[in-house]
């Protein structure tokens, strides 16, 4: 750390009241007064969202209450450039005399009062597990990738009489955004800002062309005049069909598969690897029983699609090979040589493939066995004309998801019983006993040594 800078106390009085922030903000910029946990900042772009963050943080850090802080963006470079660096950031909007020390090989600010703010990227959750924290400020909060740095920021803002968090972000239609709004006046205070609020800090003509272009539109409506829009129009699943349908235990299931949508490559820009575990019932309802999707590599995303199977007592893996080939199906090989596998090839587009299992979610015959967050985010803003180079990234979970509603109960074409390729499970009791996987085994075979029951392989179409 830098040596401390002697302070020049009558020229940082005169400063700190020539740029104080309160002067100079407007009211719904500043942090609202009360008991509360967590401000939620929700407003359209230009608001002074950044900028509302950056000084709050600042007012906190030289307070000497807060000695600890987290700044938590999308990815490491949004916390970088924008929190910390950008035009309205902390070390722009700092006085001279309590502008922070940033170490960025550390991703830390230090001020001089001796409080610390460490960055942190949302799309690395494990590293929020375990660091303490008495206030934070969590950016962008809609366009975070994995809610499960959410819950670990939480997990860690223990210190001090009272922790606090300030999101600010543009309304999406997320449910972690959801279940804030239905906790206002619950230790949640909501302050909501259109674009046009900001207008006199922003480039001339910027607002007049933006609503010229996106006035009246929903994109208008959500990132220029801050409103949180629930469906999303031309999505191929409503909110309201995965809610009324939603329990909490699943029946007695004839079939459960594990389906994976692996990532093409392997590095820190790579999507995830889509792993999605699904049953059905005698009555042809089916019941989506875990999302495990992650970023993983090759072998992991193997391992951790065995353990589900197993987990589950699975009938079998389904992966897609369009993009990987016998390189997939080896890759599950080397995890476990005999666990029943079939690879499916994508010979339609996504939606296509999409649109019959978004038909058994509106008749009601899918169920998730509980609430898989990421996974519904995703389905909800999933559109019949979803172009991945427009929306800027990869549905992993719900092609995952549509592969093992697809094998369950969309109606396809199944081996005879003289097929040499087919994966074949036997239970020694039930679906509680132990599976025993035969690899490649006819199922008449299967059924002549006993190792399954002519009942099963009927009722699963094995033989006729």
């Known amino acids: 750390m830098s040596a401390p800078r002697e302070i020049d106390f009558a ?12 002067r100079k903000a407007r009211p719904e910029q500043i942090a609202p ?13 230009g608001f002074g969202k950044t ?30 450039d924008t929190m910390v660096e950008g035009e309205s950031g902390i070390l722009a909007i700092a006085p001279n005399h309590a502008r922070p020390f940033y170490e960025p090989s550390k991703r830390r600010l230090t001020w001089p009062n001796g409080a610390i703010a460490t960055l942190f990227s949302a799309d690395e959750p494990e590293r929020l597990r375990g660091p303490q924290h008495a206030a934070a400020w969590a950016d962008e909060l809609g366009a975070w990738r994995y809610m499960e740095a959410w819950d670990q920021l939480q997990l860690g803002l223990r210190l001090g009489a009272r922790p606090r968090v300030v999101v600010t972000t543009t309304p999406k239609p997320l449910r972690i955004l959801r279940d804030l709004m239905n906790r206002e006046g619950q230790g949640v205070v909501i302050t909501r800002g259109r674009t046009r609020d900001n207008a006199a800090n922003l480039a001339p003509g910027f ?26 129009p031309g999505a191929l699943f409503q909110r309201a069909w995965i809610d009324q349908d939603r329990v909490t ?56 699609a065995v353990a589900l199977y197993r987990r ?24 476990d040589p005999l666990v029943p596998y079939r690879e499916v090839r994508a010979s339609r587009g996504k939606a296509i493939r999409a649109e019959p299992v978004s038909a058994l979610y509106e008749q009601h015959k899918v169920h ?91 009722r699963m179409g094995w033989i006729k």
């Open 51 to 80: 900028r509302t963050g950056a000084e709050w943080c600042q007012e906190q850090a030289m307070s000497g209450t807060m000695s600890r802080l987290a700044l938590v963006a999308p990815t490491a470079a949004d916390a970088r």
């Open 249 to 304: 235990s699943a029946p007695d299931l004839v079939r459960i598969v594990i389906a994976v949508d692996p990532a093409v490559t392997n590095n820190e820009n790579s999507d995830e690897t889509g792993i999605v575990a699904a049953g059905i019932s005698a009555d042809d309802h089916v019941y989506v029983l875990e999302d495990a999707t992650a970023k993983l590599g090759p072998l992991e995303w193997a391992q951790r």
């Open 368 to 458: 998730h066995v509980g609430t898989f967050a990421p996974l519904e985010d995703q389905m909800c803003a999933f559109t019949s004309d979803f172009s991945r180079s427009l929306a800027g990234y990869s549905p992993d979970r719900v092609d995952a998801l549509v592969w093992a509603i697809t094998e369950l109960a969309v109606k396809h074409s199944v081996p005879t019983a003289s097929s040499q390729t087919y994966h074949v499970v036997g239970y020694d009791t039930g679906r509680s006993g132990h599976a025993q996987a035969i690899n490649r085994l006819p199922p008449a075979q299967a059924v002549r040594l006993g190792l399954c029951s002519e009942e099963r392989a009927r």
């Open 33 to 45: 007064t009360g008991d509360w946990s967590t401000w939620l900042v929700l407003a359209g772009r």
């Open 11 to 22: 020229a940082a009085l005169r400063e700190s009241l020539a740029g104080s922030w309160h």
């Open 207 to 232: 607002v007049e062309a933006m609503e010229a272009r996106y006035g009246g539109t929903r994109l208008g409506r959500q990132e220029i005049e801050g409103e949180y829009l629930e469906d999303v």
């Open 312 to 335: 589950h007592q699975a009938d079998r893996i389904v992966a897609e090979v369009n993009n990987g080939g016998a390189l997939v199906e080896a890759t599950i090989r080397m995890a």
